[in-house]
């Protein structure tokens, strides 16, 4: 039987990364934070070089990417064309995948289990190169995603630094999708302040700005830039 043909992907929407922009800055005013206090991801997993060239060029800096593979084989051409862009690995982290990890990402955003901590451990002192790390949050206990409970997530931060000696930047969270987001947002703030961290990766393009009143430092959106997958 011959394969199917996968779904087309959508053009990025016209305008979608100006009209992110605005609504950031929207939300910043309404919040009272300084807009250089949030960093936007736009979220590149997906979409090819080809698609993702207009939004660089409208002036997108930090993207976003779920998989290393997916990664390594279309951004090191565009890194090299476009110098200045960051990429987050936004999703989960594989061992063995570590040492490509760590040489690609400038930010991975999926640090849960000390598995991956020893492997990162080792990469960074290896290839003498620091990805700003984050633990992300299961923050809804959900037993299919990936992320550390709310209630283990003092000792795992403590264990990342003083077992593993990694530098920790801040915290991640996916709110489950049945719920409303706002106490998911405010739980990984409460966390994050009191084993002080500075950083929140969460929020996405259906409640950014909710995320932004709980004090996100980084919002992850791909959607309302790149259009649906």
């Known amino acids: 039987m011959a394969p199917q043909n996968p779904q087309p992907i959508t053009p990025p929407l016209p305008n979608g990364l100006a009209a992110v922009e605005h609504d950031i800055a929207r939300a910043c005013v309404e919040a009272r934070r300084d807009r250089k206090s949030v960093t936007l991801i736009a979220v590149s997993k997906t979409f090819d070089a080809d698609a993702i060239t ?3 060029e409208a002036g997108a800096r930090v993207f976003g990417e779920n998989r290393v593979q997916e990664a390594k084989a279309k951004w090191p051409g565009l890194i090299s064309a476009y110098p200045g862009i960051a990429l987050h690995l936004i999703g989960p982290l ?3 995948k570590a040492r490509e990890a760590v040489a690609l ?3 991975i955003h999926s640090v849960d289990r000390p598995s991956i901590c020893e492997a990162l451990a080792k990469e960074i002192d290896s290839q003498k190169r620091r ?5 992300q949050l299961n923050t809804g206990e959900e ?3 990936a992320g550390v409970a709310p209630g283990d997530a003092d000792a795992f931060i ?3 630094r003083g077992k593993y000696h990694l530098s920790i930047a801040g915290l991640m969270c996916i709110p489950p999708v049945d719920e409303a987001p706002a106490p998911h947002f405010a739980l990984t703030a409460k966390i994050a ?4 961290l500075t950083k929140l990766s969460m929020g996405m ?3 950014f700005a909710i995320a932004i009143q709980f004090g996100a430092t980084h919002v992850r959106i791909g959607s309302a830039i790149f259009g649906t997958r």
């Open 54 to 56: 207009p939004v660089i």
């Open 94 to 96: 594989q061992s063995n």
């Open 105 to 107: 990402f400038d930010a």
């Open 131 to 135: 990805p700003e790390l984050f633990v």
């Open 143 to 145: 037993p299919q995603k």
């Open 158 to 160: 403590a264990a990342c």
């Open 193 to 196: 302040a009191r084993n002080r």
């Open 205 to 207: 393009s259906a409640d």
